[in-house]
């Protein structure tokens, strides 16, 4: 008891202490995400991720098929982690958790670089609650880590401009370095350095030291991943149609930047409201500035329109993790019964993800030269999208880091106005109700789809006679990459073998319903059943 006492005095000490604020953020942001039920099951790429760490355990330093990424830190990571807490999708996720708490800190540091504690930490929950971010901090996927990784290189280099110490440089270069090696993309930050560099500090390229840290150490990460991936893995990766051009550029724009802003809906509300204050912004700005954001607010325009009535689908669904039937992606046939939002709300979500895309775009073209720091946040955007622009499979998850930046862009112009603190705690409460309610529901259906498996092994169904789905089905692909005659249906790079029995949302032609599993919300209603069906006349 005395013992239990001491460490109860302990932490009460450190609650009380200089600190108290930072560890009561962290304490809330872990207690969040861990409110929601960890998953004993993949999500989206889950499968091979986890397969790669259970072949590091193994002593095989190896990528598992078909991962092109670098992941390797990440691997690393997970068995570190499943060395402490056994390997499970449960315990690679609470490893996510944690980077994800650690990157909500990070981003709380940078922002106290520029605002009071109150809109700092109000800054930092807005990340936390972002129904992107939330969610895929409950996956084993790269983009949380990275993210985190990425953040930190920000945070440095933001520093480094601040002080101009280049300690601040070299940190900022190994923490994005470190998130080269667990998704090639996040080594873009140290473009948007040299970028900023080249306008405003010139001379700092012309160093030793900055040729070293900026040139040659990159260049030497990316030749010995290359080396690696090719001649030491083997180029096990799924890497067909990767490299995007021509008018496909175009639509890359329109839809990248319809959903930046949707990241960050809420706050096209309040731009919406303060319009003549970005009326005034804008009317300021270049000639060349102006038409720049006309062509996007074209572009963005042109992309909703074109994809609501010509190709009949709204243009936030088409590979988003959201939409007003589910959070995270939909892998098994069928039409999903709940949804987390109203139908209905489809277009005013797309006219206020454009008007928080061009009210932050106006923001950030107004910066002055002379404010440093917001320049090199600017850069670091520009370094982070147009080599993304050029890939040919659109994942608005790419495009993560845009979050905070964004945020920190807009925070600039609501800081300044009298009720900030009511907007950010409205945001906050509106967008973690969505996060939490989203993916609570794709926790109960998917627990619900991977009973239905259960089910079916229960019965003696072989494996290979099953169609569950993406996350299922991805276990099939090294069989139906050497013998592709054998492929029912691809999912993206997952396939199944056969459609004799499959785990739906809805009955399907030619099928019996063998099963059913209900899936409830967090108040315990029903929301719905997954349904196991077996093909007529199968075995």
């Not at 709380?108 to 109150?118: G, I, K, V």
């Not at 919406?272 to 700005?285: A, D, E, I």
Request: charged letters at 15%; aromatic letters at 16%.
């Amino acid at each position: 008891m005395n013992g239990v006492r001491m460490h109860y005095v302990k932490a009460l000490k450190i609650l009380q202490g200089k600190h108290s604020h930072t560890v009561l953020l962290a304490l809330v942001t872990l207690l969040f995400q861990l409110s929601v039920p960890l998953p004993s099951f993949p999500l989206n790429d889950d499968y091979p991720y986890y397969k790669t760490v259970e072949n590091i355990l193994h002593g095989d330093v190896r990528l598992h098929h078909p991962i092109n990424m670098t992941f390797l830190l990440q691997g690393f990571y997970g068995a570190v982690v499943a060395s402490v807490a056994g390997l499970s999708h449960s315990s690679l996720a609470a490893g996510t958790i944690l980077l994800s708490t650690a990157g909500i800190m990070i981003f709380y540091a940078l922002l106290r670089r520029f605002f009071d504690r109150t809109v700092s930490t109000l800054g930092a929950l807005t990340l936390l609650v972002n129904p992107f971010y939330f969610y895929l901090s409950h996956t084993f996927m790269t983009d949380i880590p990275r993210l985190a990784l990425s953040l930190l290189s920000v945070y440095f280099f933001v520093r480094s401009v601040e002080t101009k110490r280049r300690t601040y440089v070299t940190l900022g270069v190994l923490s994005a370095l470190a998130a080269f090696w667990v998704r090639q993309f996040g080594i873009f930050t140290i473009g948007g350095l040299v970028l900023y560099y080249l306008f405003d500090d010139r001379k700092q390229l012309l160093t030793r030291r900055n040729a070293i840290l900026l040139f040659a150490l990159p260049a030497t990460m990316i030749v010995t991943w290359l080396y690696w991936y090719y001649a030491v893995n083997g180029s096990a990766g799924y890497t067909e149609g990767y490299f995007n051009v021509g008018l496909n550029v175009l639509r890359t724009i329109g839809k990248g930047a319809l959903h930046a802003g949707y990241f960050i809906f809420p706050l096209g509300a309040f731009y919406l409201f303060n319009y003549r204050t970005v009326r005034k912004k804008f009317f300021t700005l270049e000639r060349s500035r102006k038409t720049f954001v006309a062509l996007m607010l074209l572009a963005m325009a042109g992309f909703a329109a074109a994809a609501h009535f010509f190709l009949g689908y709204n243009a936030f669904y088409q590979f988003s993790l959201m939409s007003a039937s589910r959070l995270g992606i939909k892998t098994i046939p069928g039409i999903k019964p709940n949804g987390i939002f109203p139908e209905a709300l489809a277009g005013p979500l797309t006219l206020l993800s454009i008007a928080a895309f061009v009210g932050v775009l106006v923001d950030i073209l107004s910066v002055r030269r002379g404010d440093k720091r917001f320049r090199l946040l600017s850069f670091v955007m520009v370094a982070e999208v147009v080599p993304l622009l050029f890939t040919m499979n659109f994942f608005e998850r790419y495009f993560l880091l845009l979050i905070p930046i964004m945020t920190l862009f807009a925070l600039r112009s609501l800081s300044r106005h009298v009720s900030v603190k009511r907007i950010l705690v409205a945001y906050v409460l509106l967008f973690g109700a969505l996060s939490w309610y989203g993916t609570y529901d794709n926790m109960s259906w998917n627990s619900a789809r991977w009973e239905g498996v259960g089910y079916l092994h229960g019965i003696g169904v072989a494996e290979e006679k099953i169609d569950a789905g993406f996350e299922y089905n991805a276990r099939f692909y090294e069989t139906c990459i050497q013998r592709p005659e054998l492929a029912v249906r691809w999912q993206s790079w997952a396939c199944s073998l056969s459609d004799a029995y499959v785990v739906s949302f809805e009955q399907q032609p030619g099928y019996d319903v063998l099963h059913r599993v209900a899936y409830y919300g967090p108040f315990g209603e029903r929301l719905g059943d997954v349904l196991v069906l077996k093909k007529n006349g199968a075995q």
